[in-house]
């Protein structure tokens, strides 16, 4: 039974890392398209360890390009055995075997952008695969972080996951969504920290191969949701009161990451590269 999960996780994994490289590969296309008041950005692609622990990922990050202030698209395999507090964790979430057999292995991508405009949208998506001797499962999501929201943006971003999850689920995007209006939620401020997406996790209906095409269509209609909306804002005229409401906007997101977001605090729990972890946060951002 491992033998056959060991194939259906170098699949994952070879899919998570082909779907890293369409999309580095949309934006540095996107940045040649971008206002030519700038160099057009590219990524600087390094390979990233996990600690003392297995595995580790290749960190792509585009600093300073037309479109992009600072985009992080990052893959990751990694193995190894959980920590007693890691351990902890997961059987509270129900993970059978985890004080008899504690190994584990995770792949995915992780994706954050902050624009140069602040007209467009900030965002964030992340597929994965967790599997443990006890049990498998994926998890994933995406969600738009404006901080000038326009409602044509977040209909047409909220339209494409909703056809993105259709064909798997008649509930699918009416659960993921509610459960990342929860998830992407800051109870210190009281508020959401964008207008929302899908989040879900722990995805496990028994059948490997069907929540595996559900993750990869999660990952297909990330370029469709976003592009069009970075595209038709890049350009757009900004004010000194714009720029001020973007830096603020992404104090907000960087109190989330740090306080709350569940792979933050997995990937520094697991010795994973920090800086990898850490991609999410923005270049520059300011407290009112």
Same mark, same amino acid.
């Given at each position: 039974m491992e033998g056959h999960m060991d194939d259906q +996780? +170098? +699949? *994952? *994994?070879?899919?998570f890392r082909e779907l890293q490289q369409r999309i580095t590969q949309a934006f540095e296309a996107l940045e040649d398209r971008g206002p030519e008041d700038a160099a057009a950005g590219r990524f600087t692609v390094n390979p990233t360890e996990r600690g003392e622990g297995g595995g580790g990922g290749l960190m792509a990050v585009m600093r300073g390009g037309r479109v992009f202030e600072k985009v992080g698209v990052n893959w990751s395999e990694v193995h190894g055995t959980l920590s007693p507090k890691a351990q902890s964790a997961? *059987?509270?979430r129900g993970v059978p075997g985890m004080?008899?057999?504690p190994r584990f292995?995770?792949?995915g991508i992780s994706l954050v952008a902050h624009m140069q405009n602040p007209h467009a949208p900030a965002v964030h998506m992340n597929t994965r695969m967790f599997w443990t001797p006890g049990a498998w499962w994926f998890g994933g999501g995406s969600d738009?972080?404006?901080?000038i929201e326009y409602p044509e943006d977040t209909a047409h971003?909220?339209?494409t996951l909703r056809a993105a999850c259709m064909p798997h689920g008649a509930d699918y995007y009416a659960r993921f969504k509610a459960w990342a209006d929860e998830y992407f939620y800051i109870p210190h401020r009281g508020r959401a920290r964008g207008v929302g997406g899908i989040f879900y996790d722990d995805l496990n209906s028994g059948d490997w191969e069907a929540d595996f095409a559900f993750t990869r269509a999660v990952g297909e209609a990330f370029l469709p949701a976003f592009l069009p909306l970075a595209e038709k804002r890049m350009a757009q005229t900004w004010s000194e009161a714009d720029r001020e409401a973007q830096l603020i906007h992404r104090g907000l997101y960087?109190?989330?990451n740090l306080v709350y977001d569940r792979g933050t605090k997995f990937g520094l729990e697991t010795g994973h590269n920090p800086d990898a972890v850490l991609m999410s946060l923005p270049p520059l951002a300011k407290w009112p």
């Open positions: +996780r +170098r +699949r *994952a *994994a070879d899919w997961m *059987a509270a004080e008899t057999d292995w995770a792949s738009l972080n404006p901080c971003f909220h339209d960087a109190e989330y």
